[in-house]
C-alpha cells in the first residue's frame, strides 16, 4: 500500500474552502443577493453548521464584486480596549492604500494615534496607539464611523460581525444602541450578524426591547442535504482508494447526528485509521473510530453529566432517543420525565450553557459523542 504520503481529505475545527465546503450554494447566493441590495442580514444556525465557512465563501463572490467586505470576529473581545484595537486592525487589513487609511483614521478618530510600522516580510501593519488616552463612547462612535468613510461616495463596505452575540460584554456603553443607529445611518454600508449561540442572537434581534430589534433579515442555515453529504464522504474515499457504500456513508451521517463539523471529525478519524491497511469502510469501523473519538474526551464528558442536575440528566437522556415535541405529555409519559414546568427549565438551562441545541422546533445533543457516552452509561 502507498497510500501514506496522501493528506487526509477531511478537514474540521477550522473554516473550510476549496474542495473541502460543498453545497450552501443557495445561501451564498441569497446572502450576496441580500447585502449588494444593501439590506443587512442576521445569521441563525446551530453550533458547528458552517456559518463562518459560508460567510467566508460569500465574501470571495462579493469581492469579486468589487465590494470591500471586512470580516469581524468578536469572540476574543473581552474590553471596550480590546474592541477598539481589534476592530482598527480588522478595518485596516483589506485596505491596499494604508496611507489613505491612516489618513481617514485619524481624521475620524481624534484621540487615538495610529501606527505604520513593518512586519518580519517588510510589510506595512497598521496599529493603534492609545497614548494614554480612555476609550470612552464618544471613541467607539467615532470608530464606527469608519466603514462608511472608507466607502466614499462610489463604494460600497459590507461588514460581517461574528459571534456577534458576545456584543453583550460591551455593556459598559450603551454598545447595542450605538452600533444600531450606525447602522440606520450608513448608506453605503450594511452589515451581516452572525453567531454561534441563537438563543442569545434571536433574543438580540427579535425581543422589541433591545436595540436589535427588526434591524437585518433574518436567514438561518441548516443541515447539508444527505445525498450531497453521501457523494462528498464517498470520494474523499475513493481518491484514497478506500470504498465507503451509501448504506454505510449514511450510517456516518446518523452517528454524527448530521453535524457537519461532526461528519468531517469522523470521517477523518475513520481514513485515518484505514489508509494504510484496510479498503473498505464497514459500521465497525466507523463504531471503532466513534469510539476512539469519545475516549479522547470520556474524563470531559462525564464531568460535564455528572455536574448536571437529576432533571438535565433524564432530560439528556430522552433526548438521546428523540428531540421532538419534548414538552407534550405523551413525551414525559414515554420518558419517565418530571413536569412540564420543569422540563422546560432544565431544556433552557442545557441551551443557554451550549450542551443542547435547537432546530426546526426540534432539540438534539449538540455534541454526538457527548451523545454516544450518554447512551453508553
Ligand atoms: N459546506 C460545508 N462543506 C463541508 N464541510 C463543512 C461545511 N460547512 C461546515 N463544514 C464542517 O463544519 C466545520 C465547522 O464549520 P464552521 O466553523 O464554518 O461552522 P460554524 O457554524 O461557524 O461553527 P461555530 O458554531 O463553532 O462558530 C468545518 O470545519 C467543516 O468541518
Ligand atoms: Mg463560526
Same mark, same amino acid.
Request: aromatic share 12%; proline share 3%; with cysteine.
Given at each position: $500500500?502507498?497510500?501514506?504520503?496522501? $493528506? ?21 447566493? +441569497? ?18 453548521? @458552517? /456559518? ?20 469581524? =470576529? ?25 496611507? &489613505? ?8 478618530? /481624534? !484621540? ?6 513593518? =512586519?518580519?516580510? @517588510? ?7 492609545? #497614548? ?19 466607502? @466614499?461616495?462610489? +463604494? ?51 425581543? &422589541?426591547?433591545?436595540?436589535? *430589534?427588526?434591524? #437585518? ?33 449514511? *450510517? ?8 457537519? +463539523?461532526?461528519?468531517?471529525?469522523? %470521517? ?5 485509521? $484505514? ?15 466513534? $469510539?476512539?473519538?469519545?475516549? +479522547?474526551?470520556? =474524563? *470531559? ?21 428523540? @428531540? &421532538? ?21 432544565? %431544556?433552557?438551562?442545557?441551551?443557554? =450553557? ?11 445533543? !449538540? ?11
Amino acid at each position: $500500500m502507498q497510500k501514506k504520503k496522501e $493528506m487526509n481529505p477531511f478537514h474540521y475545527g477550522s473554516i473550510v474552502r476549496g474542495n473541502s465546503f460543498f453545497n450552501r450554494q443557495k445561501e451564498r447566493e +441569497h446572502i450576496v443577493a441580500t447585502l449588494s441590495g444593501g439590506n443587512n442580514v442576521v445569521l441563525y444556525a446551530p453550533r458547528r453548521f @458552517g /456559518k463562518t465557512s459560508l460567510i467566508f465563501s460569500a465574501i470571495e463572490q462579493l469581492e469579486a464584486q468589487g465590494f470591500c467586505c471586512i470580516y469581524f =470576529d468578536f469572540m476574543p473581545v473581552f474590553s471596550l480596549e480590546s474592541f477598539v484595537r481589534l476592530y482598527s486592525k480588522a478595518l485596516s487589513i483589506k485596505q491596499t492604500n494604508l496611507q &489613505k487609511f491612516v489618513q481617514i483614521f485619524t481624521s475620524a478618530v /481624534k !484621540s487615538i494615534r495610529p501606527v505604520l510600522s513593518f =512586519d518580519e516580510n @517588510g510589510s506595512p501593519e497598521f496599529s493603534i496607539d492609545f #497614548a494614554g488616552s480612555t476609550v470612552n463612547e464618544s471613541v467607539v462612535s467615532q470608530l464606527l464611523d469608519i466603514p462608511e468613510k472608507l466607502a @466614499g461616495a462610489n +463604494h460600497r463596505v459590507l461588514v460581517f460581525f461574528d459571534e456577534f452575540q458576545e456584543v453583550e460584554k460591551l455593556d459598559s456603553i450603551n454598545f447595542e444602541g450605538l452600533l444600531r443607529s450606525k447602522v440606520q445611518q450608513q448608506r453605503q454600508t450594511n452589515y451581516l450578524f452572525l453567531g454561534s449561540k441563537t438563543h442569545i442572537m434571536k433574543e438580540l434581534f427579535n425581543s &422589541k426591547k433591545r436595540a436589535f *430589534y427588526n434591524a #437585518a433579515l433574518p436567514m438561518s442555515i441548516s443541515y447539508l442535504p444527505e445525498n450531497e453529504t453521501i457523494e462528498y464522504l464517498r470520494k474523499g474515499f475513493s481518491d484514497s482508494s478506500i470504498v465507503l457504500d451509501n448504506e454505510t456513508a449514511l *450510517y456516518i451521517i446518523s452517528v454524527t447526528s448530521m453535524i457537519p +463539523h461532526y461528519i468531517q471529525q469522523l %470521517a477523518s478519524e475513520i481514513w485515518q485509521y $484505514m489508509v494504510n491497511s484496510c479498503d473498505v469502510v464497514t459500521k465497525e469501523i466507523v463504531d471503532e473510530c466513534s $469510539m476512539r473519538l469519545l475516549a +479522547h474526551k470520556s =474524563d *470531559y464528558y462525564m464531568e460535564l453529566f455528572d455536574r448536571q442536575s437529576q432533571s438535565r440528566k433524564q432530560l439528556l437522556q430522552a433526548l438521546t432517543k428523540s @428531540g &421532538k415535541n419534548i414538552f407534550s405529555a405523551s413525551y414525559i409519559r414515554t420518558y419517565n420525565l418530571p413536569s412540564a414546568a420543569t422540563l422546560q427549565r432544565a %431544556a433552557q438551562g442545557l441551551v443557554k =450553557d451550549g450542551i443542547v441545541d435547537k432546530i426546526n422546533g426540534e432539540y438534539f445533543i !449538540s455534541d454526538p459523542f457527548f451523545k454516544l457516552f450518554i447512551k453508553c452509561t
